[in-house]
């Protein structure tokens, strides 16, 4: 029965030191290696990952009797969105990390173990690991496993090539603080190398010619510092590189930033166009060697195009320990782990997962949606009027922001132009005061199938983390007190209220001091009151004092002495 995984829940049978039976209990027992019982033992949970969504489940998580054992490759957690600015040295790289261990509550058992997970093993309740640093006496990297009770998956993503040939070869990614560095260090590589004697001109253009590929938040903000980088310090440096030097910005689509308002998409176009920062729009890369990246434009015509560094930022894609998971549980085709809205992953008894490794199962959003509706046709008659259809939508949003948000990004401000595009696809010249439930909702599945209903944020995991620890916290409350005020009645008898989202807005820096904020309630705002907005949420937003103090004081050494560019 020790070995057991599911130990944690078993009918336990004493015994005293005359052998005989005396007393019957369920309960969490722990055991010496002699068999002696030594009191109740701990919940084990495993969590994978440190970043987002795991280091917010850690420090939230404040119920003593789970025993939690964190495993990730990298022992700290990385504040993402500060990461383009460790590319140009805007910001330290030590400044935005900080250490695991320091994260968890003081009254919860926490351990840690520097490896990689490399399979799940749902019907051992086991995961098989690697550890980052150790070797075995074969000189293999050890491996090793681990049991748990309850299973956190909060890998991440990682970068998607699309497997398009030469990218993962020669391309630069922009996802870990190593990336970071590593482009910072590319970047003075180029314009010292650039510097050197006996060149031909063509060449040091090729090697001052840096490409972005990816026209979203991540591939905008690096093309903004980098530009920022060059004109306001490496050109005082390298005098001779200013009429060289040029950046490029290669977008499948044909706008960057499609998931922001249009009136910040067209900013940020015109604002790269004043800058002299290249903006190729309908150009799908299609190959990179060494030297030279190809690029197809819509009307099928390939432009090959030489190059110094790329950085490829095109969106994220399951990792390998994921995609295996899913092919074990039948989710084989699947982009990302489908969970249910409490964040449990479909068919698996104690396994979550949220953040970028994770999705809620889209069937389940339509459903929802089918349901309010539902609700909303109370006379039964299949029509709406615009009210009442508002009231639906304005539901939706709520729960749904992202089909809000993308509902925007087509340019549609809201209802009235989703219902022209509804009534204009199903030829309908119907009053507008009677809406028929089915063409609206076929209009809302187009949107569906376009949109993938959590983005991949870091808001979003941590707001995940933040809710599974809540859960964790009030889960033995809820199974001594089934019946307790937490759990809600209703459709489905769930222990706990369902994840919900909320959207707190989002920035596109955009360079020259300048940011685009995009708040909720429909609030726009750019340029440089919007900069110090940004400045003060992501100094509040730091997960501790120190990282706070070292990122703000970074800020006021680049304003006073500008960036360092020397390659260490
Ligand atoms: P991650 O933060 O990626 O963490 C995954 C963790 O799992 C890591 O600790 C990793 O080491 C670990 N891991 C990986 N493989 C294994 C394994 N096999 N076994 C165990 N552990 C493993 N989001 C915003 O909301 N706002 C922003 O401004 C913003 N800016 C961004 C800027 C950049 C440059 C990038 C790259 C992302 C940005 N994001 C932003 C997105 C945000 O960072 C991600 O959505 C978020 O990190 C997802 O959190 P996560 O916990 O799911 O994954």
Not at 153 to 161: C, D, L
Request: with cysteine.
């Amino acid at each position: 029965l020790r070995d057991h995984p599911s130990l944690s829940r078993i009918l336990v049978v004493s015994t005293i030191s005359g052998g005989g039976l005396i007393a019957y209990s369920e309960a969490n027992v722990s055991y010496s290696s002699n068999g002696v019982e030594t009191g109740t033992r701990k919940k084990k949970v495993v969590l994978l990952g440190t970043g987002w969504a795991g280091a917010s489940f850690l420090k939230d998580l404040s119920n003593s009797s789970y025993e939690v054992q964190v495993i990730s490759p990298r022992n700290y957690f990385a504040f993402t969105p500060l990461l383009p600015s460790v590319t140009c040295g805007t910001v330290e790289a030590r400044s935005v990390v900080e250490p695991i261990r320091n994260m968890g509550r003081k009254n919860v058992e926490m351990s840690f173990l520097e490896a990689e997970c490399f399979k799940i093993d749902p019907g051992k309740k086991k995961v098989y690991c690697r550890s980052k640093q150790g070797v075995d006496s074969k000189g293999k990297k050890q491996e090793f496993d681990v049991d748990y009770d309850y299973l956190v998956i909060a890998t991440g993503a990682q970068s998607n090539t699309f497997n398009i040939p030469g990218v993962e070869e020669n391309c630069h990614f922009l996802k870990e603080v190593e990336d970071a560095q590593r482009i910072r260090r590319t970047v003075i590589d180029s314009f010292e190398k650039a510097s050197l004697p006996d060149l031909k001109e063509e060449e040091r253009k090729r090697m001052l010619h840096f490409v972005v590929v990816g026209g979203g938040p991540t591939g905008v903000e690096f093309a903004a510092e980098l530009h920022d980088f060059v004109t306001e310090d490496l050109v005082k440096l390298y005098p001779k590189a200013k009429n060289l030097v040029q950046i490029t910005l290669l977008e499948a689509a044909d706008h960057i930033l499609t998931m922001f308002d249009k009136r910040i998409t067209e900013f940020a176009e015109e604002k790269f166009g004043r800058d002299g920062v290249d903006v190729k729009l309908g150009s799908m890369v299609v190959k990179v060697n060494d030297k030279e990246i190809s690029a197809k434009t819509k009307g099928g015509e390939v432009s090959t195009i030489p190059y110094g560094m790329i950085v490829w930022s095109t969106g994220v894609g399951t990792r390998p320990v994921i995609k295996d998971f899913m092919k074990q549980i039948g989710q084989g085709n699947r982009r990302a782990l489908a969970t249910n809205e409490w964040l449990r992953v479909e068919g698996c008894d104690n396994i979550y997962a949220l953040g970028d490794c994770a999705t809620i199962n889209q069937r389940k959003v339509m459903e929802d949606i089918a349901n309010i509706f539902k609700k909303a046709d109370k006379d039964k008659s299949g029509t709406l009027t615009v009210k009442q259809f508002q009231e639906v939508m304005d539901d939706i949003f709520v729960r749904y922001p992202q089909i809000e948000l993308y509902l925007k990004s087509k340019g549609m401000r809201g209802i009235a132009d989703l219902l022209k595009q509804a009534n204009t696809e199903n030829g309908s010249s119907k009053a507008k005061e009677e809406l028929n439930i089915e063409e609206l909702k076929s209009a809302l599945s187009q949107v569906d199938s376009q949109v993938k209903f959590l983005p991949a944020t870091g808001q979003v995991a941590a707001q995940q983390g933040t809710y599974l620890a809540k859960c964790f916290d009030r889960m033995e409350e809820c199974e001594k007190n089934p019946e307790g005020p937490i759990r809600i009645r209703g459709e489905g008898r769930h222990r706990f209220r369902p994840f919900r989202y909320r959207h707190l807005g989002q920035f596109a820096p955009l360079g020259g001091e300048q940011t685009a904020a995009q708040l909720p309630g429909d609030w726009v705002s750019i340029g440089h009151s919007s900069q110090w907005l940004w400045y003060s949420v992501y100094a509040s937003k730091q997960v501790s004092w120190r990282t706070r103090v070292l990122v703000v004081s970074d800020w006021m050494r680049r304003f006073i002495f500008g960036r360092d560019s020397s390659r260490i």
